[in-house]
């Protein structure tokens, strides 16, 4: 760890200007620092913000404060009734003491998990621009098949993001200058492409300061991960969805997918293959191909083409019953 | 028997060789009553208060940080440490590289000599080469980040695959890598159902809570080293030669030890580093390895492909039966797992072939890690006798009880203690195993398929030297002091629960002090020995001291009780105090005999495991498991349950999670960290049951227990394994079982 500056933050505007890096609960930021994966001159400790409630809007959304733990976001008795899928991927996240620690801005956050990112030995074009992937031609097990570049495979590893892209999440955020914009989560993340460096359209000082859930629908929510061990271990996919079917018809699909992008993957064509059809494996299979197109694997995570069209076909079969 | 009752003064000894099988024990008297009870750790109170100080937590005046840096290549010649940047931090006091001197990779257990030193050629990515000390860890940590290691690369050798072809046979240590009879090819031709099979583990690390850690201080040209080691004596010696000063000059103190499942029997790069660099300084040095060096430097349990055959006739009596075993270490380095090692005695058969050859790889060391040989044979061995069962047509159990051989099968001996059959009856009673339906794929619940298996649990016996003394002091209070450690397993309340037992005293009364170097020497903890080893030396000071006391009473030894300080004979009863007079001690040792020549030492169990595997994504998660198991006397039935458990707990990590995976392109491990390499967590461990048989073995020590450590994850992962084929119909012979392995053999969603 290099030797940083620290100051805490009393107001959102002096976050924002105080030029460093931001730290909440610090569950992923302190573990790269440990290993220089990450270098901040300064960290802004923005813990004791006024961030930390969910208030209902007068549309029937949610607003939840960026520093909301995902331990309460998860048992939040309005979360589990309107947004099960969301309190659900909490609970599929980390461990019961990593949840208690990490927020909602700050796992939005989240660095990818991947091996070569976390060894400083080694090319990372994400980490150090320029030095190349080794997950390409390495041990990819947990990496990307959907929206790769020659230059990164790495996946975006949580959980809540991906039920928040199903439920159309919209983050707030505060700049430097005290503008404010509400950025659809849809707009939030980048493709790796020739930066993957740059994973979100964040700008220097930007703050998350909230995350807005737009009113309630009415369909069925799930969201199944698969993993390598029961608790504590990172989705090798993972689905959020919320699907209506009225008389036998599905008239509203919402899915997400996690494991299997560098950000939290939402294809509308997935959803078209969905919207309008009857409940039925031809469906879903279509389903599955909309998802699938394009997909590549690098070796040693090819299982999880297969794995994802299981699992999805299985999810909606189970979210439509 | 070799018994030598030496008076000297003060200084008395009691030794016994195990020469003679050893019927009489003062712990089945019975008359404290404090032996085999589900007693809590004496030490418990001190962990959970953090006050036990393990080996980086020592108050050290003047003290400095270490930390290592790494070779970040993986064959290769160093042609310069840039060190200037780090030496000019704030803080930092000195870069320090010694190539000779620095050990290439940790020592093997028990070992006397230094391990490997040299690291100006690197053999593995990941290799300790400098050690980068300051006032502060943090300023060490980033200081250590700065430094870079220039480098000549060479060509390695870092695919397992590339270059099993040019395995060699690894020169016969303890154990013979190689053991034939008869004819095992002919039995595989004449045989009625046979299996020919191979089955792969991976490397795997030991992952013990606590990272290997020093701190190094030198006084008047003597090193005092605080280190979190298991085998303080044979540790002592390693540490002195690779430093090259006089045995006699190095003291390790090991006090508590967070978890060492075989990954600190030898001495690790931290020591030799932080006493090289605390020599040159003058003044103490700390070394805690990082959990990534950890998994980068110190030692991994070998990866293997092993090859079983079994021939059989019609009713599935074992002809024939090979275990051919393929592991990998560094060049020059000739461990290997000895994955046949369980192989010798498990089954009768007249044709067998035992066989291990070793691959030279550029990757970290490999080395004894929680049951070496048979925690990865018996993933083998175990789920080849499943395959026979189902080829045959008869339960499993029925299988081994037809193939349970009358003496050992490959030394022609008689076994001390055997009860494989009796350990499997009752594990399938207990288990419901009856109710069984041998077909596979049978019992789909939903998105579910259930299934149950069972597996055998073999594990060699051994009895190592190991001396201990025990002071009755004037007070009442008897003091052990040994050598030995107590790396999790209950060490320190067994030891004080035969002392108590055997000379009458509550527990309470019973101060163990383990660890300190200067202490008469012990087995240490490796190998399941320690209770056995260290016990019974325990046991002979005791029964040194009951000689004394008997003396001091005028009475004879066998007409006087123990109990509750008191000592009672011929109507009289007198205080333990008063006899003690100034104070007594013993100094006990025990010694292997021809006793481990002429019966076959071994302990046994039957673990019995219920999995459910989803039919769509080929997750598996544990339903409830059983382990049954014979080991000799139970010390104490709460801490022998709690290495059964975490032995069962490791079989389940082997089975189903584990997997150390090194980079094909430079051999490094990729997943090194806790995040990655994915031992269970509570959530993959389900109900496990643990239940004991009765048992004595006379043939194996005074107090006729035998190891426990290591018994419970031999034969573990098989169990699962074979449930979950009994589960899918799919037998995945890769370990570990991984949802990957299993997605394209099971059914269409």
Known sequence: MKTFDYARADSVEAATRAGGRFIAGGTNLLDLMKLQVETPEKLVDISRLDLNTIEEREDGGLTIGALVPNSDLAADPRVIAKYEVLSRALLAGASGQLRNKATTGGNLLQRTRCYYFYDTAAGCNKRQPGSGCEAIGGFNRIHAILGTSDQCIATHPGDMPVAMRALDAVIVTQKADGDKRRVPIGDFYRLPGDTPHIENVLEAGELITHVELPAPTVGRHLYRKVRDRASYAFALFSVAAVVTVEDGIITAAALAFGGVAHLPWRNPAVEAALVGKAPSDETFNAAADALLDGATGFGTNDFKIPLARRTLIASLREVTQ | MTLINKVLGREDTRSLTMNEAHPHSWLDAGTQGVIGKPLDRVEGPLKVSGQATYAAEYPVERLSYGVLVRAPFGSGKITDVVADAARSLPGVIDVITDYPSFIRNPQQGGEKKAPTQGVEKVDYHGEIVAIVVAETFEAARDAAAQVKVEYEPREGSYVFAAHRDQADRPPPDQIPPHMAKGDLDTAMADAAFSIDETYTTPSQNSAAMEPHASIAE?????????????????????????????????????????????????????????????????????????????????????????????????????????????????????????????????????????????????????????????????????????ELAYKVGIDPIELRRRNEPAIDPTNDVPFSTRQLIPCLDKGADLFGWSDRKAEPAGDRRGEWLHGTGVAAAVRSNMLQKSSATVELTGEGRAIVSTDMTDIGTGTYTILAQIAAETLGLPLESVTVQLGDGAAPPSAGSGGSWGA?????????????????????????????????????????????????????????????????????????????????????????????????????????????????????????????????????????????????????????IPQIEVAFLDERDIHANPIHAKGIGELGISGAGAAIANAIYHATGVRVRDYPITCDKLLAELPAV
């Open chain 2, 532 to 684: 056995g080893s260290s016990g019974s030396s325990v046991y002979l000071a005791c029964e040194g001291l009951r000689e004394k006391l008997a003396k001091a009473m005028g009475v004879e030894v066998e007409a006087m009780t123990l109990k509750d300080g008191r000592a009672i004979a011929e109507n009289r009863a007198v205080d333990i105090a008063e006899l003690a007079g100034d104070g007594m001690t013993v100094t006990g040792t025990i010694a292997p005999g021809k006793q481990e020549k002429l019966h076959r030492q071994a302990s046994y169990g039957a673990h019995f495991a219920e999995v459910k595997v989803n039919v769509t994504t080929g997750e598996v998660r544990v339903e409830r498991m059983l382990g049954v198991f014979s080991a000799g006397r139970i010390l104490n039935e709460k801490t022998a349950r709690s290495q059964c458990l975490g032995g069962m707990t490791f079989g389940i990590g082997a089975a189903l999670t584990e997997e150390l995976v090194h980079d094909p392109r430079n051999g490094k491990v990729v997943n090194r960290d806790l995040a990655e390499y994915h031992v269970p967590v509570n959530a993959d």
């Open chain 2, 218 to 386: 030198w006084k008047d040209g003597a090193l005092v080293l605080h280190g979190s080691y298991q085998m303080v004596a044979s540790d002592q010696m390693q540490l002195a030669a690779a430093l090259g000063v006089g045995k006699d000059k190095v003291r390790i103190i090991s006090r508590y030890v967070g978890g060492g499942f075989g990954s600190k029997l030898g001495i690790a790069p931290e020591s030799v580093a932080a006493a090289i660099a605390a020599k040159r300084l003058d003044r103490p040095v700390k070394v805690a390895m990082a959990r990534q060096q950890v998994f980068d430097a110190t030692v991994r349990r070998s990866n293997t492909e092993q090859r079983i055959r079994l021939a059989a006739d019609a009713h599935g009596k074992l002809t024939g039966l090979g275990h051919e075993t393929l592991a990998s270490n560094l060049p020059g380095e000739d461990y290997f797992e000895p994955a046949g090692i369980g192989t010798q005695f498990a089954y009768a058969a007249e044709n067998r072939l035992i066989d291990h050859k070793l691959v030279r790889l550029n990757w970290l060391l490999s080395g004894s890690m929680r049951a070496p040989g048979e925690a990865v044979g018996m993933l083998a061995l175990e789920a080849a006798m499943d």
